[in-house]
């Protein structure tokens, strides 16, 4: 579908298939893994509590039409309203949304946030480090760290943390080991469910640097097939898309499906586009965050791009894949310089005997932070000083603002989103 804020860019890069137009609507999830024998965090936010606005698709910018749109283009709201930010059909309002419990009803367990914590193997440069060991436990949902171990196992000081979920990445002979499937099922296909509901859902991956999160999100295409099956290295993100696509096939008699991708990167605070094909390797252009009177902070000019199948998705996953900034550092060989944000915005149509069917839309955001670091481990020279300085800064800044939501209580004191450009953007 085309966005009125977002220039459409060529096509899709070679070999996509062709594409389709589809805007849809939002959902929220977050997560994040772990790595250096330390646990990497994942949170997901499936947006079960209802993204505050909600409200009908405008006809101009979507493909998919109500009767009653038509209304709504005399109102000038609905003429600047990025297609980013159109929430959930009024019609199609999950009824899950109505029966939602207030918070002090339901259970943590129905919450609408989920971590999850991922302990990764010790890598090659781990393992020949004199006198180093794991430190790290895994028990159903707890893990422990057993801070004053000492090389003997003599007695130490333990501590135990409780998670949604744990996962044992050590060793594949552990009877709970947790590959890539295992993440995939348990953090990513719930997040599936939600999004088909017409939810915005976020999942993103947060941990030092080192820690795995790329590897959880991206994972390895180590043959390059779209089989998702054959390829056991693959992370959330395709296997996320994969998923998709499965179901939209497998709903295709009853359904119409619109599904588009953006991608792009925070790096030292300035945002570039990974899908535009007019991007230079060495010249980015950086693009600006507007904020929307009535839904937030967006980014106007990054390119959207329409695809109708997993074939055609994986092409636009590789170009802004290798449009990423990463480097080689003290602690990663391949460490990634920038936050990514993967976005599809899948739009669902019923295929009603009438004009018009109802209309879900959800706004998909899948993320992978840049790491938290110790400067004297990685930066080795001005650049990479410069760049981890922006990252543990715009990860304190995340800090912050989830401290600040999670003690805001019923005096709900300023949220700092404005402290970094990745807050800002993920306030929406
Ligand atoms: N569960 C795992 N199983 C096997 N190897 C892993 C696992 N997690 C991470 N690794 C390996 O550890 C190394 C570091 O992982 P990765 O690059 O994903 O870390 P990162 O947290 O994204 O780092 P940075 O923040 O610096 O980008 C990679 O070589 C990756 O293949």
Redesign the pocket.
């Known amino acids: 579908m085309s966005c009125r804020n977002t220039p459409r860019t060529p096509k899709n890069p070679p070999n996509a298939s062709t594409p389709k137009s589809t805007k849809p609507p939002k959902r929220c999830d977050v997560s994040n893994?772990?790595?250096t024998g330390k646990p990497?965090t994942t949170f997901t936010n499936d947006g079960r509590s209802p993204r505050k606005r909600v409200h009908p698709v405008t006809p101009s910018r979507d493909t998919f039409q109500t009767p009653t749109a038509p209304q709504k283009r005399e109102n000038p709201q609905y003429y600047f309203t990025p297609d980013c930010f159109m929430d959930v059909s009024l019609n199609a309002t999950p009824k899950v949304l109505k029966k939602t419990p207030n918070v002090k009803e339901r259970g943590a367990e129905e919450s609408n946030l989920t971590v999850a914590v991922?302990?990764?193997?010790m890598?090659p440069r781990e393992l020949i480090m004199p006198a180093v060991q794991s430190i790290i436990e895994v028990n159903g949902n707890e893990v422990t760290v057993l801070a004053g171990k000492t090389a003997d196992n003599s007695a130490g000081i333990t501590r135990g943390f409780n998670y949604d979920h744990t996962f044992w990445?050590?060793n594949s002979e552990h009877e709970n080991y947790?590959?890539?499937k295992v993440i995939f099922d348990k953090i990513g296909a719930p997040l599936v469910d939600r999004a088909f509901e017409g939810y915005n859902v976020c999942l993103f991956?947060y941990?030092?640097?080192?820690?795995?999160?790329?590897?959880?999100?991206?994972g390895?295409d180590t043959d390059n097939s779209i089989a998702i099956g054959v390829n056991s290295?693959l992370g959330i993100i395709p296997r996320f898309c994969h998923e998709l696509f499965r179901r939209i096939e497998d709903m295709k008699d009853t359904t119409l499906a619109q599904v588009e991708v953006s991608y792009f990167e925070i790096y030292n605070e300035k945002i570039h586009d990974l899908l535009s094909v007019t991007t230079c390797h060495n010249t980015k252009n950086v693009l600006k965050v507007r904020e929307h009177h009535i839904y937030g902070p967006h980014v106007p000019d990054l390119s959207a791009h329409p695809v109708d199948s997993y074939t055609a998705l994986k092409n636009w996953m590789i170009l802004g894949n290798s449009q990423r900034a990463?480097a080689t550092?003290g602690?990663?060989?391949?460490?990634?310089?920038s936050h990514s944000i993967f976005t599809i915005v899948l739009k669902l149509c019923d295929r009603g005997t009438g004009t018009a069917g109802q209309t879900r839309r959800s706004k998909i955001s899948l993320v992978?932070?840049?790491?938290?670091?110790r400067m004297s481990h990685?930066a080795d020279n001005g650049e990479r000083l410069k760049e981890g300085i922006s990252?543990n800064r715009s990860l304190l800044a995340l800090g912050k603002v989830i401290k600040t939501l999670g003690n805001a209580g019923e005096n709900q004191k300023h949220v700092p989103y404005r402290d970094s450009v990745l807050t800002w953007l993920l306030k929406c």
């Open positions: 893994g772990s790595s990497n991922r302990v990764r193997p890598n990445s050590c947790a590959d890539q991956a941990g030092q640097t080192s820690s795995g999160k790329s590897y959880s999100m991206m390895i290295e990463t550092t602690m990663n060989d391949k460490s990634s310089r992978d932070l840049a790491g938290s670091e990685t990252i």
